[in-house]
């Protein structure tokens, strides 16, 4: 059965930190990690990652995926109150079936004035 | 285009009771999923399409039937509701462009309560 857990589960900081959200995962035929983030409605998509090693960026938020280790990390430096969301992370696996990806438990992040 | 759609956006029901949670993308997208977001668990896949006519089952697809006649609608059936089916539900698609699946595209949600 995939598996994919992200910690921490909630985490507070104030505006200015950095944070750094993990994201482990076990699957059979791994083809992609995904980082969405939900805020209070649908998920929007963040990142894609396909590749060892290779930083994607994005504004303030960054990530990196590690296929040896078999887990990602999604950076974001700077945080702002417009930060505050719940990150998930998704694991596309599988055979034939593109449909299914398989989500972590999310990271709820509030950030403070 | 409008994305992806999904009616109702609220819906009580009560135990037993049967209803359809409406799904439609215009994106010709061939994949399509169904999600329940519970708090804590993330999102869990209920059934997922990938074409016209070819459906399966995800991690819960207990209490809950699909069918997909077209590749722009992906309703999803509760046969006979219980209080353990309320949740949030998520309408997804992508598509393929070879070796991997695109970003998935989210509908904004059927908030659902089964009393």
């Known amino acids: 059965e995939d598996k994919v857990v992200q910690s921490p589960l909630s985490l507070v900081v104030h505006e200015g930190d950095t944070v750094t959200l993990n994201c482990s995962y076990e699957v059979t035929n791994f083809r992609s990690l995904l980082w969405y983030k939900q805020e209070k409605k649908a998920p929007t998509f963040l990142f894609m990652l396909t590749s060892s090693g290779i930083e994607k960026k994005s504004g303030r938020l960054s990530s990196i995926l590690d296929k040896k280790e078999l887990f990602s990390i999604l950076n974001i430096t700077a945080t702002q109150t417009g930060d505050s969301a719940v990150y998930l992370c998704a694991v596309h696996a599988g055979g034939t079936s593109y449909g299914k990806l398989t989500f972590g438990q999310g990271t709820i992040l509030t950030v403070h004035p | 285009n409008a994305g992806v759609t999904q009616t109702p956006k609220f819906q009580v029901l009560k135990t037993g009771q049967s209803m359809t949670l409406q799904c439609a993308q215009d994106?010709?997208?061939?994949?399509m999923s169904w999600y329940r977001q519970d708090p804590g668990m993330g999102l869990r896949l209920i059934h997922y399409s990938v074409g016209a006519g070819i459906t399966d089952q995800g991690e819960v697809p207990n209490g809950y039937n699909v069918s997909r006649s077209t590749t722009e609608d992906f309703p999803l059936r509760l046969l006979s509701a219980a209080p353990s089916q309320t949740s949030v539900y998520f309408c997804?698609?992508?598509?393929?462009?070879?070796?991997?699946?695109?970003?998935?595209?989210f509908g904004p949600g059927t908030r659902l309560l089964v009393l």
């Open positions: 997804a698609s992508s598509y393929s462009s070879g070796t991997y699946q695109e970003t998935q595209y």
């Open positions: 994106m010709n997208h061939e994949y």
